[in-house]
Structures are given as structure tokens and as C-alpha cells.
């Protein structure tokens, strides 16, 4: 039997790609197995959004170079095949498949083009309809699953490559969204999260014409669901109508993941971001009013070319003012085609780790006072694993919080997939502690 390996780079949409492709590979005769080294075909599913993780697939593919000559296959899919296309066969001469995720339902004919000895097969169209899920799906996590909404992007920010390696926007039927999602209930999945570049531009293109706020309540209202979650969200697409059906919905998780990527208005502007600081304040707003007590998290850019010292604290301000659950922050990286490689002002890498180091103690510092109001409290967790080192369970809250805890009686039986009650005893920057009531 073929025997293949894939390791994934990047977001939840390449997550959930990787999932497409498994499940592929396994309906076309093949075995998954734990090392490239065991593999007869070596998939990398890659991230372009930083030039790190760009690196590191490079490096990879570097590692096996000799493999090549044993019979072993490459390949290149996601974001950086889509960037890079057919110059990944100069830079890596053993790779044999490069295939952006717009061209995962044509990996069967790919795949029989490899097994015929083809040495350079490419796929590479962006302008397709067909993305959105390909026949097969081999799913990762038994309770939690994905469903992809909407691909690509028609926002122009400076600094980003997605309207390049994913295309225009794209959305998805609603018919077609809620029969994946009543099939996921049927078959056990308890928690769905709704994916998409900017997952709330969602518009649907049947006849019901539904918004994304419609589809939030509609996927909420499906037997068996006891959590839904939506990510990414972009700001100038966030609108009260998507807080009000988190209002109205228990199902709909109490986490909002907001991206701001900047607390200066200034900077906003030089990004291409399409709304002010004032603006992206007054979403928080909406979400501050809930009776929900939503937790909100973020992206954060330090370093973007013009930034000054000035714009920097106007974004530590934001974390003062908005008080993030969490933050995922990063150096300003360049990225090829994008507006921001042609801008003035660029921010040395030493700026940019000063940069980066304060506004993550800052925030550690926020998370922990956050955390300590936790405790005492007791949260309903979705368990998630088991971890033997410490013989604590991990579990998730609503709010998209760690919870780590012991559990009498337990035994050694697995309560994975469960909904639990955990008191809540100690309080970190990163997770809560407690244990199963």
C-alpha cells in the first residue's frame, strides 16, 4: 500500500485543509503514517502570511533532499505553492507536486499523473468555485470540526498575500453549509467552527441571500450543536447584528477573535485596513454591552514600515483600553507582491524585537489579572485530552480558555468529548486550574 505524510503550517483553514486532503489520499488507496522518513509521498501543506513559516517548509524540503533519489515523492501545497507556483521546481528540483488549495478536488488526477511518473504536475487555478470541500474528509478531531464558509479575500491590506494564494472572495451555498453541518451532527461533532479568510463577509449567493449574522443563528439552531465558533473576522465587516445573534444563542460561543492589528489610526491607514482605531473601538463597544461577557482576542503587527515610537503606545493604550482575553502578535514580516514592500520608515528587526517583547509582557500581564477574577468560579469545559505527565485533563470554556484539572473517579476512563463543571482553584497568564465537580 502507498504510504504518505503530511505536516501542516499555518491557520485553521490550512488545518482544515490537510483534513481535505487526508481524507483524499486515504479514498485513493493510500496510508498515513507518522514519519516522512516511513513515507512514499511527502506532503508539506504550507503558510506564506509569515516569512518564517515560509522558511521552515524550505528548510524542510532542504532536510530531504537525498531522499528524492529513494523513491520518495514532494510536494507543496497551500499558500506558498500558490505564491511561489512553478519557481518551487528551481528552488527545490525534487518537489514533483505543487497545488494551491483551490485545486484539492483535482488531487485524485494529480495523483495518478505522480504514480504514471510525471515529474512536474502543478496545481495552481485560484478563480474556481469548487473549494470549498472535496468528497472526502478525513476529520482530526472526533468532537470539534471545521467547515470552511468563505475563501479568499477582496480586502487590500499592505502587508498581506492572501488575495494572491487565495483569490477573490468566494462564498459558499447555505444550503450547503447547513447539510455539512446537520451531517457533522448526526455523526457525533458537538462543536463546529464556521472558517473563512473573513469569515463574517459571508454573503450567501443562493436565492435566500442570508448574511453571515443569519447563517451564525441558523447553524446555532441545529440539533446536537452545543458550540459554534467563527473565525477570522475582519472589522470593517463586524456588525451588531453578529453580537445580537451571540446575544440571543447560547450555542454561539462567547468568544469573538477581532484582529486590530494596530492601535494607531495612523498606521491602520498605512496598512490599507479600512477603518480607524475609533471605529475598531466601537465594535468593542458592542461586544463590551453583552450580556454574554464575550471574550475578545486579537492579532497585533509591531514594527510595520512608519510605525514610530508614538504609534507603538497607542497600541499598548488599545490593550490597556480593551483588555484582551488574548492576543497572537508578530514582527512586521515583507511579504512578495504586496503594497508594504514599496513603503518608507522600515523598522529595524532589533526595533521590532523590543517592540514585540513589551507588548507581550504588557499583555501577560493583562491576561493574568484577567484570569484571577476566574477563580472561584466554576466553568463548563469541553475536554480535549489527558495529559499523563501532570494527571490533569485539559479542557476548553466556551470563551476559548485552557483549562487544565483533576477528576476523581475517573480511573483511567477517557472523558474526552464530554461537557464538564471545573472549579476553578489557580489562575496562570496562559490557563486556569481546578478540578471536576
Same mark, same amino acid.
Given at each position: 500500500?502507498?504510504?504518505?505524510?503530511?505536516?501542516?503550517?499555518?491557520?485553521? +483553514?490550512?488545518?482544515?485543509?490537510?483534513?481535505?486532503?487526508?481524507?483524499?489520499? #486515504?479514498?485513493?488507496?493510500?496510508?498515513? %503514517?507518522?514519519?516522512?522518513?516511513?513515507?512514499?509521498?511527502?506532503? &508539506?501543506?504550507?503558510?506564506?502570511?509569515?516569512?518564517?513559516?515560509?522558511?521552515?517548509?524550505?528548510?524542510?524540503?532542504?532536510?530531504?533532499?537525498?531522499?528524492?533519489?529513494?523513491?520518495?515523492?514532494?510536494? %507543496?501545497?497551500?499558500?506558498?505553492?500558490?505564491?511561489?507556483?512553478?519557481?518551487?521546481?528551481?528552488?527545490?528540483?525534487?518537489?514533483?507536486? %505543487?497545488?494551491?488549495?483551490?485545486?484539492?478536488?483535482?488531487?485524485?488526477? +494529480?495523483?495518478?499523473?505522480?504514480?504514471?511518473?510525471?515529474?512536474?504536475?502543478?496545481?495552481?487555478?485560484?478563480?474556481?468555485?469548487?473549494?470549498?470541500?472535496?468528497?472526502?474528509?478525513?476529520?482530526?478531531?472526533?468532537?470539534?470540526?471545521?467547515?470552511? #464558509?468563505?475563501?479568499?479575500?477582496?480586502?487590500?491590506?499592505?502587508?498581506?498575500?492572501?488575495?494572491?494564494?487565495?483569490?477573490?472572495?468566494?462564498?459558499?451555498?447555505?444550503?450547503?453549509? +447547513?447539510?455539512?453541518?446537520?451531517?457533522?451532527?448526526?455523526?457525533? &461533532?458537538?462543536? #463546529?467552527?464556521?472558517?473563512?479568510?473573513?469569515?463574517?463577509?459571508?454573503?450567501?449567493?443562493?436565492?435566500?441571500?442570508?448574511?453571515? /449574522?443569519?447563517?451564525?443563528?441558523?447553524?446555532?439552531?441545529?440539533?446536537?450543536?452545543?458550540?459554534?465558533?467563527?473565525?477570522?473576522?475582519?472589522?470593517?465587516?463586524?456588525?451588531?447584528?453578529?453580537?445580537?445573534?451571540?446575544?440571543?444563542?447560547?450555542?454561539?460561543?462567547?468568544?469573538?477573535?477581532?484582529?486590530?492589528?494596530?492601535?494607531?489610526? =495612523?498606521?491602520?491607514?498605512?496598512?490599507?485596513?479600512?477603518?480607524?482605531?475609533?471605529?475598531?473601538?466601537?465594535?468593542?463597544?458592542?461586544?463590551?454591552?453583552?450580556?454574554? @461577557?464575550?471574550?475578545?482576542?486579537?492579532?497585533?503587527?509591531?514594527?510595520?514600515?512608519?510605525?514610530?515610537?508614538?504609534?507603538?503606545?497607542?497600541?499598548?493604550?488599545?490593550?490597556?483600553?480593551? $483588555?484582551?482575553?488574548?492576543?497572537?502578535?508578530?514582527?512586521?514580516?515583507?511579504?512578495? @507582491?504586496?503594497?508594504?514592500? /514599496?513603503?518608507?520608515? $522600515?523598522?529595524?528587526?532589533?526595533?521590532?524585537?523590543? =517592540?514585540?517583547?513589551?507588548?507581550?509582557?504588557?499583555?501577560?500581564?493583562?491576561?493574568?489579572?484577567?484570569?484571577?477574577?476566574?477563580?472561584?468560579?466554576?466553568?463548563?469545559?469541553?475536554?480535549?485530552?489527558?495529559?499523563?505527565?501532570?494527571?490533569?485533563? #485539559?479542557?476548553?470554556?466556551?470563551? @476559548?480558555?485552557?483549562?487544565?484539572?483533576?477528576?476523581?473517579?475517573?480511573?483511567?476512563?477517557?472523558?474526552?468529548?464530554?461537557? +464538564?463543571?471545573?472549579? %476553578?482553584?489557580?489562575?496562570?497568564?496562559?490557563?486556569?486550574?481546578?478540578?471536576?465537580?
Amino acid at each position: 500500500m502507498k504510504t504518505f505524510y503530511i505536516e501542516t503550517f499555518g491557520c485553521q +483553514m490550512n488545518v482544515h485543509d490537510s483534513e481535505k486532503v487526508v481524507g483524499t489520499l #486515504i479514498a485513493q488507496g493510500y496510508r498515513q %503514517v507518522p514519519k516522512p522518513e516511513e513515507a512514499d509521498l511527502v506532503l &508539506y501543506n504550507t503558510c506564506s502570511i509569515r516569512d518564517k513559516a515560509e522558511q521552515k517548509v524550505f528548510s524542510r524540503l532542504q532536510q530531504f533532499k537525498r531522499e528524492a533519489g529513494k523513491g520518495k515523492t514532494f510536494a %507543496v501545497l497551500g499558500c506558498v505553492a500558490q505564491q511561489e507556483g512553478e519557481r518551487i521546481f528551481e528552488r527545490a528540483p525534487h518537489v514533483s507536486l %505543487v497545488c494551491g488549495s483551490a485545486s484539492y478536488t483535482r488531487l485524485p488526477e +494529480m495523483l495518478v499523473q505522480l504514480e504514471a511518473g510525471a515529474r512536474r504536475v502543478t496545481g495552481l487555478d485560484r478563480d474556481t468555485q469548487e473549494t470549498f470541500e472535496t468528497p472526502f474528509t478525513r476529520r482530526d478531531n472526533p468532537h470539534r470540526a471545521y467547515i470552511t #464558509i468563505i475563501e479568499g479575500c477582496d480586502k487590500s491590506c499592505a502587508y498581506c498575500v492572501v488575495p494572491f494564494t487565495r483569490g477573490r472572495e468566494r462564498s459558499r451555498a447555505s444550503d450547503s453549509i +447547513m447539510e455539512e453541518a446537520r451531517r457533522l451532527a448526526d455523526e457525533g &461533532y458537538t462543536e #463546529i467552527q464556521l472558517l473563512g479568510q473573513n469569515v463574517n463577509s459571508y454573503r450567501d449567493p443562493s436565492s435566500r441571500g442570508w448574511d453571515f /449574522a443569519t447563517l451564525l443563528a441558523r447553524v446555532a439552531e441545529v440539533e446536537g450543536i452545543r458550540r459554534v465558533r467563527f473565525t477570522t473576522s475582519h472589522p470593517r465587516d463586524f456588525v451588531k447584528e453578529i453580537v445580537d445573534a451571540i446575544d440571543a444563542n447560547p450555542v454561539l460561543a462567547n468568544h469573538v477573535h477581532l484582529p486590530v492589528q494596530s492601535g494607531s489610526t =495612523r498606521v491602520l491607514e498605512r496598512m490599507q485596513r479600512q477603518y480607524t482605531r475609533e471605529e475598531y473601538l466601537e465594535r468593542i463597544a458592542w461586544l463590551k454591552a453583552s450580556p454574554r @461577557n464575550v471574550a475578545i482576542t486579537t492579532d497585533i503587527i509591531v514594527g510595520f514600515p512608519g510605525e514610530t515610537e508614538e504609534d507603538f503606545e497607542q497600541t499598548l493604550s488599545l490593550l490597556d483600553e480593551v $483588555q484582551y482575553d488574548a492576543i497572537f502578535s508578530f514582527k512586521y514580516s515583507p511579504r512578495p @507582491n504586496t503594497p508594504a514592500l /514599496a513603503l518608507d520608515g $522600515q523598522v529595524p528587526e532589533e526595533e521590532k524585537g523590543r =517592540r514585540l517583547m513589551v507588548l507581550q509582557e504588557k499583555q501577560r500581564g493583562i491576561q493574568l489579572r484577567l484570569h484571577e477574577q476566574l477563580v472561584g468560579t466554576t466553568q463548563e469545559v469541553l475536554v480535549e485530552g489527558y495529559n499523563r505527565a501532570t494527571g490533569q485533563w #485539559i479542557g476548553r470554556t466556551a470563551e @476559548n480558555r485552557v483549562v487544565n484539572f483533576t477528576l476523581e473517579g475517573s480511573n483511567g476512563h477517557s472523558v474526552i468529548g464530554q461537557y +464538564m463543571h471545573v472549579h %476553578v482553584t489557580r489562575a496562570g497568564p496562559n490557563s486556569l486550574a481546578g478540578y471536576g465537580v
